[in-house]
């Protein structure tokens, strides 16, 4: 069987080890990697890039600090069984958004602090992203831009069966001003709602290729309730400005959120495709 992994940091995996590629900032622990070892005489193609956009995945390069990346269907084998799609979150400015309203609020050096954000790709002063503020757009864009990827690994991979696995919820009910979450209580708000409305455009996409081999995977609602910031075992990093400045990647998965996805899209994968585990 022969696994490829689309999409975007919350696929790649940035900052848990090891990493495989240091321009697309992925682990070779990542749920798809994962998911690939736990599924015999599985092999893995992984194209997920931390920073890419459904653009980026279907057409467009994506510029990084080390490198520029080919569009990931690019690189999409024609013989893939399984195709898994997390991606959609940078299309709505929805990660760089939220690192960039706790790094205003955690690190006072207005330099440094302006570097950060821009090696983000956020100004300064900007506020959350939301259309129409450049490269941002709403939900009914997100949904139509997974259609197209949809279409285009049809038409490259005829065999594949397509699974949206949705981004983990980063906040949820139990999320608090903490000492690893400096958001208030209206920007949690703001980003829970950003996060249903990307839930939703999963479920768009999917609803107009129903007859395409397309599954969404769900793990909003699921980690919403309990794993989310401010949980006893949350499935998601913590923000501190040592972390980020360390190299950290905060409010992303961290290594148990991609062991709980992979063991989920594992039990999916074997209920649809008949494999023995």
Known sequence: MHIAALG?????????????????RRSGNNYASLLS?????????????????????????QETLLATLPPQLEGLPSDADIVTITAGGNDMGYSAGMLGDAARLTIDDRELLGMMLEAMGLKKDAAAARPPADGVVGKKEVAARFVAVIDAVRARAPKAKIFLVEYLAVFGPDTAVASDQPLGEERVAFYRGLARELKEAYRDAAG?????????VSFADLSEQGR???????????????????????????????KGVAEVLAERVRATMRVAG
């Open 228 to 258: 989310a910031m401010g949980s006893k075992e949350p499935w998601v990093m913590g923000f501190t400005a040592e972390g980020l400045m360390g190299g950290g990647t905060p409010f992303h998965p961290n290594a148990e959120g991609h």
């Open 8 to 24: 975007s940091s919350f696929a790649a995996g940035p900052s848990i080890a090891p990493q495989t590629s240091a321009a697309a």
């Open 37 to 61: 070892r736990s599924l015999p005489g599985s092999k893995l193609t992984d194209l997920s890039s931390s920073g890419a956009t459904l653009l980026n995945v279907l057409s467009e390069p």
């Open 208 to 216: 107009a290729r129903k007859d395409s081999g397309v599954e969404v």
